[in-house]
């Protein structure tokens, strides 16, 4: 089972956090992707920054599913921009993409509690 890493940022995110379910604390956005890519995990998690125009915080999201890398984003009125841990005990998931689906994570669940099954308690 992968191991939790919580990162306020995605740029944070490095070879040891490949296969891991990477809370972030960092938005969804275009930019972040070269860093998922980089060190892919097993599931990265994003805040939606407000999702915005053209979706622009979830735009790694379908991205990100291109490459099979799970990935979901949490409401930004659920969690602090910039704070893994306040996205780990507080975030909603507010956005899925086709990966995240199959580990059976949706819209409107509590991030905590939908992601802890799939994370190693060692």
């Not at 070269?34 to 125009?53: C, Q, S």
């Amino acid at each position: 089972m992968p191991r939790l890493a919580l990162l306020d940022s995605v740029t944070q995110t490095g070879a040891a956090h490949a296969d891991c379910v990477v809370v972030t604390g960092s938005h969804g956005g275009a930019s972040v992707v070269r860093y998922a890519r980089a060190a892919p995990a097993f599931l990265f998690v994003f805040n939606d920054a407000g999702i915005g125009k053209d979706d622009a915080g979830i735009a790694a999201l379908p991205m990100l599913a291109v490459d099979g890398i799970a990935a979901v984003a949490v409401s930004h009125d659920s969690a602090r921009i910039g704070e893994a841990q306040d996205a780990w005990d507080h975030g909603v998931i507010s956005a899925v993409n086709a990966p995240a689906q199959r580990l059976r994570l949706a819209v409107g669940q509590a991030l905590r509690a939908a992601v802890t099954p799939l994370v190693t308690t060692d």
